[in-house]
């Protein structure tokens, strides 16, 4: 609250923030960050060693919008691996590998599968509009989260052969690929980098917030590489 009246003092015809965004107190392992008391996290070093995305990913998963919250590098770790990999980086990478087969012929989106998109983008576009940025996360691993259970449930690689079973297998892949194009545009304002490297993947990507139509648009002329 103080910074946009020191700016507003400073030049009164500057844009100041629309919404202020306040936080409680983030700590380290339970502990108030100090310098002098060396309880710290270099930035610099962190970053290096495990990306920007993923530290990113923890710090809005733990964000203290309601309370105090701490950062535990153990709890980093676990999310990372079971959470970012486990979840959404699993499903799309299965995803991505099932589009680029041979077999596989675009078909219509199915009527659930574009409910739940549309359901989880709504929550994420209404989440960041109030600074929810938790709950925008939320909405993002659920809608991954849906994914992988279909793709478990439908089980495409189990199908059989001949023109039922690549019907059936095209529908599933299209469902998935369809959540993937969704995921990508998702992930640009709290993932930017695994956005983009979704996109380089898909050959799709939104300069802005995608409505549904877009969103099929998309999925129809992504060019897996």
Known sequence: LFWPGALHGFNPSLNLPDIPAINHFLNLDGQQFSKSRWVIIDSKEITEKYGVDPIRFYLTSIMPEEKDSSFSL???????????IGNLGNFIQRSLTLAKSPFFKRTSV???????????????????????????????????????????????????????????????????????VALSAMLKPVLPETSAHISTQTNVSFDRWPEPTELKQGMSKAKLT
């Open 74 to 84: 153990a709890d980093f770790r676990a999310k990372h691996n079971n959470v970012l």
């Open 110 to 180: 199915g009527q659930e599968t574009e409910h739940e998109v549309n359901r989880f983008m709504q929550t994420l576009k209404e989440s960041l509009e109030s600074t929810k940025f938790k709950k925008g996360l939320e909405a993002i691993l659920n809608l991954s989260d849906f994914g992988n259970k279909y793709l478990s449930a439908k089980e495409p690689w189990k199908l059989s052969g001949g023109p039922s079973g690549e019907k059936q297998r095209s529908q599933i892949i299209t469902d998935c690929l369809y959540i993937v």
